[in-house]
């Protein structure tokens, strides 16, 4: 009986600690956030950057290991966002090195947001799933969408 208290400690304490934590910052955070400061499209290679526009426009920009923009180079991206049971379809295309959405998202407060990344032609869509929402976190100090914190 003592073994399994001590294995359920063990495991709680494992699940509870954040996944990464900035050194010496006193900050815990969950995810890596996008130089530009958007949402990183984890599993994405090269590394994919959602980020919306002042203008309700969203840019997709990919990386590098180091974070460094790469050109685009046969990846698509297409938006499904979807607020009050209606879904709107953004598509993008390449402007420059990055993939630019031809329309604005629609202006809601929030968001149901399906993000399909095609790396190649041929290759397995990747769907990233999230809520966009347009105000700013008071801890991380990034759009909410794209926050970085443990909460």
Do not use: W
Request: hydrophobic letters at 40%.
């Amino acid at each position: 009986m003592k073994k399994i208290f001590v294995l359920f400690s063990v495991i709680g304490i494992l699940c509870a600690a954040p996944a990464f934590v900035h050194a010496g910052s006193g900050h815990e955070h969950e995810k890596s956030g996008g130089p530009k400061g958007g949402r990183l499209l984890e599993g994405t290679q090269p590394k994919a950057e959602f980020f919306v526009e002042k203008d309700n426009t969203a840019t997709v920009t990919f990386y590098d290991e180091t974070l460094k923009p790469v050109a685009v180079s046969g990846q698509s991206v297409t938006v499904v966002a979807e607020t009050g049971g209606k879904k709107t379809t953004v598509e993008f295309e390449k402007k420059g090195d990055a993939l630019v959405s031809k329309g604005p998202l629609p202006e809601e407060h929030a968001l149901n947001l399906v993000v399909r990344v095609l790396q190649t032609a041929e290759a397995k869509p990747l769907n990233f799933r999230f809520v966009y929402e347009d105000h700013v976190c008071g801890t991380c100090k990034r759009a909410e969408y794209a926050c970085i914190c443990a909460h």
